[in-house]
């Protein structure tokens, strides 16, 4: 079974503060994805990564890869109010038909 | 397309009683999954369908849950004899079936399941 692990499990910050939150794993996925959620909403598809070491930005979201693929990160810098949710990521299987998601991390953006 | 639909968004039943969900996923998409998500925690995978079959159920679906796709396009999935620890959000989501997985799902806004 491939698991997933992400810290921290809650952060509370004030608005225009940066975080880092963590994806970790002890196996090898082909692919890996970060998702948003909001309360009561299913979970939004923010990024896909594909290729150890990549590092792909999405306005102030920056999401990177580890280099044997195992792990994973999203940076956000100055956070706002709007940024506040639970953050998903996600890895296919080797046999690339289905995904498995950590724990979450959920993110508090005081005004 | 609207996206994934899920009917209906609430239910509340009395422990013991059978309750059906269903997912009206994306009509180009032929994949579909089910995924159990409680409070707090991340989506936990029951089952998948690729068209009308299902390829994969987790050790999560006990014998009281069963889920089809009898046309390949919406899915319903049924709890039998409900327990208090089937309380949780149900979220369907649908994507394409590609050989490179860098698509990723759309999901559903979920159907949230109390049993009281």
């Known amino acids: 079974t491939q698991l997933l692990e992400q810290s921290p499990q809650f952060l509370s910050i004030q608005e225009g503060e940066n975080l880092t939150v963590y994806c970790n794993s002890s196996s090898v996925f082909s692919s890996l994805q970060w998702y948003r959620q909001e309360p009561g909403e299913g979970p939004v598809l923010l990024v896909t990564?594909?290729?150890?070491?990549e590092v792909k930005k999405l306005k102030r979201l920056t999401f990177q890869f580890g280099d044997a693929r195992k792990d994973s990160s999203l940076h956000i810098t100055a956070a706002q109010p709007g940024d506040t949710g639970l953050y998903l990521c996600?890895?296919?299987?080797?046999?690339?038909?289905?995904?498995?998601f950590g724990g979450g991390t959920r993110l508090m953006v005081k005004p | 397309d609207t996206g994934v639909s899920q009917d209906p968004r609430h239910k509340i039943t009395k422990r013991g009683q059978n309750v059906t969900f269903r997912c009206d996923p994306i009509?180009?998409?032929?994949?579909l999954y089910w995924y159990r998500q409680t409070l707090g925690q991340g989506p936990e995978f029951l089952t998948y369908?690729?068209?009308?079959?299902?390829?994969?159920k987790s050790r999560l679906l006990s014998d009281r849950f069963s889920a089809e796709r009898p046309k390949g396009s919406f899915s319903t999935l049924e709890i039998q004899r409900t327990e208090q620890g089937d309380s949780a959000m149900y979220l369907c989501a649908s994507s394409f079936a590609t050989g490179t997985p860098v698509y990723g799902y759309t999901f559903g806004s979920g159907t949230r399941l109390t049993v009281v």
């Open positions: 990564v594909v290729t150890g070491g």
């Open positions: 009509s180009e998409h032929n994949r």
């Open positions: 996600a890895g296919y299987n080797n046999a690339g038909n289905m995904l498995t």
């Open positions: 369908f690729q068209n009308e079959a299902q390829l994969e």
